[in-house]
Structures are given as structure tokens and as C-alpha cells.
């Protein structure tokens, strides 16, 4: 799945690799910062050259794919004997089994389409004429601190995720930065946006997945063959994934602080800002989902989670963005620190709200997305209650 998410790991310690891949990262999200500082950038940032060096990494995912067939095929027709035959049927099974993967739906509480919920639509709409960005097919409401915006499957549908705890933490103009922001990586792209590298990048952790073995199962000796035999294999793939993320690094963090000026031309600076406060903001809300699943009397996950972020000070504020980047809040390892995309903004002239969410919109919206909220507040107290 391409994640294009705001997740956050603000507490997270990192290992000795993440302090590497962050600060080689942070030093490059730094030169971004600088070139996009001034006049408002064009869009375009993949290069021919990086463009040829990513078909040029992935070329033997889909030439192992196409070998796999053909040598199969020939086999199969050609085989003079059956063992032959036989090796020709085993190398197309292999072929199938590995064969190119597409990004898939990832788990979600409710899915939506413009026929189920127009005022949203009409609000995502109207943020997308903001940045010519193109509408999602669907939006998927999720209940985890995230948001996130991917194409699924061969007919690349454009899919919105709305993570639960993040909408409602957000105030009105924050939400509309978030969807502006989601959006705007359709409008910008990356490497991995790409039907080639995309597919090649999915069946690699197809690939991880198959690597790691049957678990779970009675023989004992799987665990032997998944733990120590298959690890040069596992180990191998995940260093082709590494080389593909260190390749579309550049393009990635270009297109995050894109999507940040996206989010702050459809919010306005103030509700770009406040978003990404609220990402600073994750342990608090985390805390208030748990206070909320785990008391007796099941208060209202979601009016905690508002009651706490709106009794937030900006002296908490003013603390977590003047974090140091390599302990600060991040999408992943891959993108830059929040308090870098912060001073992205707070560089820029500020820009008044395309999208004003007024009262009545507001209002509307959240009546349209409140039988999916309360099913993700449910869903989120299960999981914490039995993750306790």
C-alpha cells in the first residue's frame, strides 16, 4: 500500500539504523526546506534521471515475473518428458504465485461514495479546486490516528482515508488543511505513484509476506525454516525495499511540503498550522481513547478527545514544535519531521482560507459522518480493551 499518511511516532525511541536514516533524511529535508521557502514551486519533482533510475531498480521484480511464465510456458509445450512437463507447471505456479501485486484497500470501519455522503463530497470538491488535484473515488474511515491518500488496484481508484481520532481532534479549518493536503498528493505524485514502480514496490512485501512462512501450524520445524532459512531471503527484500525508498526519499519529502502548501492554501496558514499541532498533539489523544475504552462508565470517546485537545495550552504547543527533529513527530523515517514542515509554513507569507468551513457546513458534515465516527469509536475501545 502506498501510505501517504500522517501517523506520527512521537515517543518512539530509534534504534541505531532509524538515528542514521534520520539524520541523513533530515539533512535533505533541510535543503528542501530552503528551495521551497520563497516563491510558491511547480509541482513537477521527479526528475527523467530518477525516473530512469527507479525502472531501471524494479526491472527484475517484473523480468523474475515474466522469466518465471515464459520458462514455464516452454517448458510446459516443449517438455519432451514429463518431469520436464512437470518442471514447466512448477515454474508457472511460481509465476502466479509472485506474480505483480496492486495496492489493496487496507482494513477500514466504512467506505463512502459521493451516493452516501454529498455534503462531504461537495466540501472535497471544493478543496480540490483549490489545487486541481482530482477527486477520490472513495473515502474510507478508519479508526487510527492516521489519514492517508493511495491509488488501489489495476484500475488505480483513488482512494481518501480519514482516520477517526485525527478528524475530531482537528478544528474546523485544521480538517480542512488535512483534506487539502490528502489531496494534494494526488495533484504532486512520486516514483511510487507510478503503475511500474508502485506494482513492483507492492509485490516486493507481497514477496516479504510469502518469505515469512506459514505461522502458527503444528510442525515445529516451520518455525526452524521461517526463522533461520528463509532470513537471507527476507533480508534481501528488504533491502531492495530500502533501495526503492532512499530512491523516491527526494521526491517523497518534496511532495509532503507541497502538500503542505496545498493544505495551508485550502485552510489557510492558520489551519495548516493547527494541523499540524494536532499531529504533535498524538499521545494526548491516544490518552484520551484510552481513558475513554477503559472507564466503566464508556464516556464518549470522541467529546474526550475534544475536551482534552481544546484544554491543550500553547505553551505545550509552543514546546513540541521547537522539538529537535530527530525526536520529534514523523509520517516515517522517509519524510521530514513535523516541526520542519511547521517552519515550512511559518516561512511563507500567510495565506487566508480558500475553504471556509462555516457553522453550517460544519454542522452537516458531521451528521452525515457520525454514524462512521461512533462505529470507530466503538471499534478503537475494543482494540484498546483488549490490547489492556
Known sequence: MQNRGVATDLDARPNWLQRVERDLVDRMAERHLARLGGARPGSRGVTFWWQLLAFLVVLPVHALTIAAALGGLVLLVRGDNWMVRGLGVALLLVAIGIRPQAPRRPPHVVLLTSADSPELFGLLRAVAGTNGAPMPHEVLIVDSFNAFAFHAGWRRRRILGLGAPLWVAASPQARVALIGHELG????????????????????????????????????????????????????????????????????????????????????????????????????????????????????????????????????????????????????????????????????????????????????????????????????????????
Open 185 to 388: 498528493h494526488f495533484a504532486h505524485g512520486d516514483l511510487t505513484h507510478s503503475r511500474w514502480v508502485g506494482s513492483a514496490e507492492e509485490t516486493l512485501f507481497h514477496w516479504l509476506d510469502i518469505a515469512g512462512g506459514m505461522r502458527n501450524v503444528v510442525y515445529g520445524g516451520v518455525d526452524f525454516v521461517q526463522t533461520y532459512l528463509m532470513a537471507p531471503l527476507r533480508a534481501l527484500i528488504m533491502a531492495y525495499l530500502i533501495v526503492i525508498a532512499w530512491i523516491n526519499a527526494p521526491a517523497r519529502q518534496r511532495q509532503e511540503y507541497l502538500a503542505d502548501l496545498d493544505a495551508a492554501r485550502a485552510g489557510g496558514s492558520d489551519g495548516a498550522l493547527a494541523l499540524l499541532d494536532v499531529l504533535l498533539s498524538e499521545p494526548r489523544v491516544e490518552t484520551a481513547m484510552t481513558r475513554a475504552a477503559v472507564s466503566p462508565d464508556r464516556p464518549d470517546m470522541w467529546a474526550m478527545v475534544s475536551a482534552d485537545m481544546a484544554a491543550l495550552s500553547q505553551e505545550d504547543v509552543l514546546r513540541r514544535r521547537s522539538a529537535p527533529p530527530m525526536q520529534a513527530s514523523r509520517i516515517d523515517d522517509s519524510h521530514p519531521a513535523t516541526p520542519l514542515r511547521i517552519r515550512l509554513l511559518a516561512s511563507r507569507p500567510a495565506e487566508s482560507a480558500a475553504v471556509v468551513m462555516d457553522a453550517e457546513m460544519q454542522a452537516a458534515v458531521d451528521a452525515e459522518l457520525g454514524p462512521a465516527l461512533n462505529l470507530a469509536a466503538k471499534q478503537a475501545g475494543q482494540l484498546i480493551r483488549y490490547q489492556r
